[in-house]
């Protein structure tokens, strides 16, 4: 039987319809073999994965489109903390059915996303399942070789910095779960929307991918809360850190709530899902790299210091007392 001759199944036409138009890079092959070819050229790949599952990741009437740019949003932020930049990504969904109302949208998000963050399709499979909803995604990135930025590397003396905004992911969950937050914003819908939509498609840092790789000594994502991840950061490095909590850059809508005692500051430093990233960058490169953020227009601030020693990150109030954090990250376990 020639391949045209071939029955199409349920998985392939699926592929085909909603996949296929994705999968631009050469190496893909046009999804029709069974694995993807990527050039290295000189480079280092960089590869992560992660899964986000129903029910643990995000809510069962979550829309389709912001599922896709999570799931391919939250690797890209792995693969910019790494210094490098977006290569392509293969897809693993597995699906209780295949629901053209949902998979519209959601292969048109994705493919959106996998344009403008140049990161294409290149392969992946396509399961049935009784259980939750799981979308898993595997990312490459590029380096020039030996420049992928650690964990490990930060040293005693160096400045902390993380981009954007801590804590709203967080709050949009409690808002789409109807928690204290929800009740805290009940009449306002601008403020829950900020929250929820923080919550539902982060923001990778790509654009700043160059600055990092060029001036951090260590960085990571911070995907299970700043305090946690911090915490990582400084283990792998052989380090401590201190903290001016007044200094961790909070959206104005995060603000408000803490102002009014809503909320306190370990639900921020604590909650997850932020997907903004945390760098050790030497004092002698603190005005490269923050010229360089100016550029890339990533917003950066710096939260504190690293010091000699294995203890905990230290986390000080504005009257230089240390807090003392219940809760340092989210856990699945």
Not at 202 to 209: D, K, V
Not at 235 to 242: C, I, K, L
Not at 247 to 268: F, N
Not at 279 to 289: I, L, N, R, T
Request: with cysteine.
């Amino acid at each position: 039987m020639t391949q045209s001759d071939k029955p199409i199944s349920g998985e392939d036409s699926l592929i085909a319809r909603y996949f296929k138009p994705l999968a631009t890079d050469p190496g893909a092959f046009g999804l029709d073999d069974d694995a993807a070819a990527l050039r290295a050229a000189g480079e280092d790949i960089v590869v992560t994965t992660d899964a986000i599952v129903e029910g643990v990741h995000f809510l069962r009437d979550d829309p389709p489109d912001t599922l896709a740019r999570k799931a391919l949003r939250v690797n890209l932020s792995d693969i910019a903390a790494k210094g490098a930049v977006p290569a392509g990504f293969v897809l693993t969904l597995a699906l209780r059915g295949a629901e053209e109302a949902w998979l519209k949208p959601f292969a048109r998000a994705l493919g959106e996303d996998a344009a403008h963050f140049g990161c294409p399709l290149l392969g992946g499979d396509t399961v049935s399942t009784p259980g939750p909803l799981m979308i898993s995604i595997t990312a490459f990135g590029r380096v020039p070789q030996g420049t992928m930025v650690h964990r490990a590397g930060a040293q005693a003396g160096d400045r902390v910095f993380v981009t954007g905004t801590i804590g709203d992911a967080a709050l949009g969950l409690d808002v789409l779960r109807g928690g204290p937050v929800a009740a805290a914003l009940a009449d306002d819908v601008v403020g829950r929307d900020f929250f929820a939509a923080r919550y539902r498609v982060p923001q990778p840092r790509n654009a700043l991918a160059k600055a990092v790789r060029t001036h951090a000594s260590a960085a990571m994502d911070v995907s299970d809360g700043l305090a946690g991840d911090l915490t990582k950061l400084c283990a792998a490095s052989g380090v401590a850190a201190v903290i001016n909590v007044t200094s961790i850059p909070l959206s104005s809508a995060a603000a408000a709530l803490l102002a009014r005692k809503a909320i306190d500051i370990e639900t921020l430093v604590a909650g997850g899902d932020d997907y903004e990233l945390l760098c050790a960058v030497p004092s002698d490169h603190v005005d490269a790299f923050l010229r360089d953020a100016r550029q890339a227009k990533v917003a950066v601030t710096a939260i504190g210091g690293l010091i000699a020693g294995l203890s905990p990150p230290s986390f000080l109030d504005g009257q230089g007392r240390e807090l003392k954090l219940k809760r340092l990250s989210y856990s699945h376990f």
